[in-house]
């Protein structure tokens, strides 16, 4: 039986500060990547923003049911090291990108790009879908952010629109979810949000490693 090691243990180090912070209000602000902070040595903060969050109640739970989600399949379909290499690989991305763009925020979620560039270059349906639905709704928060009811509707029309690639796997083309992880990435670096550039990391990460040993690739059924 298939043990999701490596999930549950990123899960549990990231839940526990996570939920921690709205019980221990100076918690986020102490460990939240703060350019400024880090550029005068608080290096560390480029680690602990990756387990607390600033997006409230509700942005922490989709954080934490997205890792749930995309790192059983992750973990599954590219065992616990190929899995640590993504999740690194979009983390280190995202938090370079936020550092030298002079952006401060806090979250896991450039990690989890990670996970999605290994999804999305992976052998089965379901895994390319999850990592292009991901892709879609790393971005799909902004229309929101801007305000406004038509940012609102926006918003949830990309992340519908994004849940058709998983719901409707079987019957669409097998490089439309690469297709649409591209689009997704390029209009997000262009709009220097750091979930593109975390993306990108997550993609770039997930060519090399199946360069390097492709044989080492889990073939899981196009579920």
């Known amino acids: 039986m298939f043990k999701p090691y490596a999930t549950a243990v990123v899960f549990v180090l990231t839940a526990v500060p996570s939920l921690l912070q709205f019980a221990v209000p100076n918690l986020e ?11 005068d040595g608080e290096w560390w903060r480029l680690v602990t923003s990756l387990v607390v969050q600033d997006g409230g109640v509700f942005g922490t739970l989709i954080n934490l049911a997205f890792l ?80 406004g009811t038509w940012g609102l509707i926006v918003t949830i029309v990309l992340a519908a629109g994004g849940f058709q690639l998983v719901v409707h796997r079987e019957r669409l083309p097998g490089w439309l979810p690469v297709t649409v992880f ?26 090399i490693a199946n360069a390097a040993s492709p044989t080492t690739l889990r073939r899981t059924s196009p579920a």
């Open 68 to 147: 749930a989600v995309l790192g059983y399949v992750a973990e599954r379909a590219l065992g616990p090291a190929r899995w640590l290499l993504l999740y690194l690989g979009g983390a280190a991305a995202g938090e370079a990108a936020g550092y030298l763009l002079g952006q401060p925020g806090a979250g896991n979620s450039v990690a989890l790009c990670g996970l999605a560039g290994g999804l999305v270059l992976a052998a089965g349906r379901l895994e390319r879908s999850l990592g292009a639905f991901y892709a879609v709704v790393s971005g799909a928060w902004l229309p929101a952010a801007a305000g």
């Open 29 to 39: 602000p102490a460990l939240m990547r703060e350019p400024a902070a880090i550029a």
């Open 182 to 207: 591209g689009v997704a990435t390029a209009v997000l670096v262009a709009l220097r949000d750091l979930h593109g550039f975390a993306l990108l990391g997550g993609i770039i990460v997930a060519w």
